[in-house]
């Protein structure tokens, strides 16, 4: 199942709004996970299941989607939300990463 | 609290081997799948193999079906990685996750530092 991510760069503001997209070429269901990676660190995990937010995430990131489509929005951006953000499908093996998306200041 | 310390990586030529580790400590390693997640300089995540907690679910990404195979020891609380044949394509940051499923979502929860692998000459 390949996972295609867009954009793969994203340029925004403190206080802007952003969308994140994650297309699967074939039906996942919700098994669906979002990935928060800054440089140097292992990736944190944000969200899964598509939109369930883990404990300790901010309220800003949500997720949504089902079957092929997903999508992370980030309401209302921090200085610390400036990061790589990777999906990843879970609905079989051999589990597989969106190519990523850099949020740059 | 949760740990996942990677062993094992280093600088080998191609074609040669190196077998990693993880250690993990903070939770019940035997009631867990787990997986290891690479990443090489520069490049994104890749999964690279993944192992249920019984071992009757074993995967493998296509590129290093054949040469790697992934094995753990629930007494030992320990995963490990053989990497075989290496390649220079393989050298990259290998990660340790461990892997939780509930009826409806699996994800990777908690992730080690990582240990780096270099394949050269």
């Known amino acids: 199942i390949q996972l295609t991510q867009s954009p793969s760069f994203l340029s925004a503001s403190v206080g802007d709004r952003v969308t994140i997209t994650c297309r699967a070429s074939?039906?996942?269901?919700?098994?669906l996970a979002w990935y928060q990676q800054k440089p140097g660190k292992a990736p944190k995990l944000l969200i899964s299941a598509a939109s369930t937010l883990q404990s300790g995430v901010p309220s800003r990131f949500s997720g949504g989607g089902s079957g092929t489509e997903f999508s992370l929005t980030i309401s209302s951006l921090q200085p610390e939300d400036f990061a790589t953000y990777y999906c990843q499908q879970l609905n079989s093996f051999p589990y597989t990463f969106g190519q990523g998306t850099k949020l740059e200041i | 609290e949760v740990q996942l310390v990677e062993s094992g990586g280093g600088l080998v030529q191609p074609g040669r081997s190196l077998r990693l580790s993880c250690a993990a400590s903070g939770f019940t390693f035997g009631h867990y799948a787990m997986h290891w997640v690479r990443q090489a300089p520069g490049k994104g995540l890749e999964w690279v193999s993944g192992i249920s907690w019984s071992t009757d679910n074993i995967g493998y990404a296509d590129s290093v079906k054949g040469r790697f195979t992934i094995s753990r020891d629930n007494a030992k609380n320990s995963l490990y990685l053989q990497m075989n044949s290496l390649r220079t394509e393989d050298t990259a940051l290998y990660y340790c996750a461990r892997g939780y499923c509930s009826t409806t979502s699996c994800e990777f929860d908690y992730w080690g530092q990582g240990t780096l692998v270099t394949v050269s000459s």
């Open positions: 074939q039906g996942i269901k919700i098994y």
